[in-house]
């Protein structure tokens, strides 16, 4: 039994640090074991090119809470549309043609549900989109603090030191999910405006130099004098 708790109680510091951690490159920073007192939680970024089709697949057991979040980062008019399907291919849930989406449900039907990103309904243009995905069980942590109050009294402070992580940790995973969304949303919004005034600089500078041309010559033709007379004598 203590050495469960110690186990246990490693692993839930592990996923706060895991949590609190900034991740600059975007990549899934954190994954919890779907069998553990956390579940899981996944989050993605990637294209979607036109017409394209992109499905993730979560297992989720009874009763689980099943949370899924998505916006679209760039791309045209950043609509897209979401597909969430249980595991008898039925709909649970879905976004159509909007950049933004969020879907909690409590799981009736164990098995592995897909989340389907479908950029069908455009023709040319690629969409760049987040995507976070998380599932965990409530009745796992009832039955983790059954078994700490049979453990010794000693270990109580212990419980409500785990309690105490379990919720920061999971309000903390999705206000970072939320932060890393809108970051990421102003991230290529700045480097849109950048790429949009290099060539406005560009162009102007261009506009600059083709003025100052023509100016130089229409300059130099006012003062340019012919060298002989309208009856071709030499100019005196």
């Known amino acids: 039994m203590r050495t469960d708790l110690v186990t246990t109680v490693r692993f839930l510091l592990s996923g706060l640090w895991l949590a609190t951690r900034w991740d600059v490159g975007w990549t899934e920073s954190f994954d919890f074991d779907l069998h553990g007192p956390l579940g ?11 017409g394209d089709v992109e499905c993730f697949f979560q297992k989720a057991k009874l009763g689980a809470h099943f ?6 980062l760039r791309g045209a008019d950043r609509n897209i549309d979401v597909y969430i399907k249980q595991p008898n291919g039925r709909i649970l849930d879905q976004h159509l043609w909007t950049s933004a989406g969020v879907t909690e449900k409590v799981v009736h039907l164990e098995g592995d549900y897909s989340i389907c990103v479908d950029n069908a309904n455009s023709r040319f243009s690629t969409k760049l989109v987040y995507l976070f995905i998380s599932t965990y069980k409530e009745e796992e942590w009832n039955t983790f603090v059954v078994e700490l109050e049979a453990a010794d009294a000693s270990l109580q402070d212990t419980q409500k030191a785990v ?12 206000l970072i999910g939320l932060g890393r969304v809108r970051s990421g949303k102003d991230y290529y919004v700045a480097l849109t405006n950048n790429e949009t005034i290099q060539n406005m600089s560009i162009l102007t500078i261009f506009v600059f130099v083709i003025t100052s041309a023509v100016q130089v010559y229409f300059v130099k033709n006012m003062f340019k004098t012919a060298k002989v007379t309208p009856t071709q004598k030499p100019r005196a």
Do not use: C, I, L, T
């Open 67 to 72: 949370h899924v979040s998505f916006e679209v």
């Open 163 to 174: 309690d105490g992580v379990r919720s920061k940790v999971a309000k903390m995973a999705h």
């Open 40 to 50: 899981a939680q996944h989050e993605f970024k990637f294209d979607v090119g036109p």
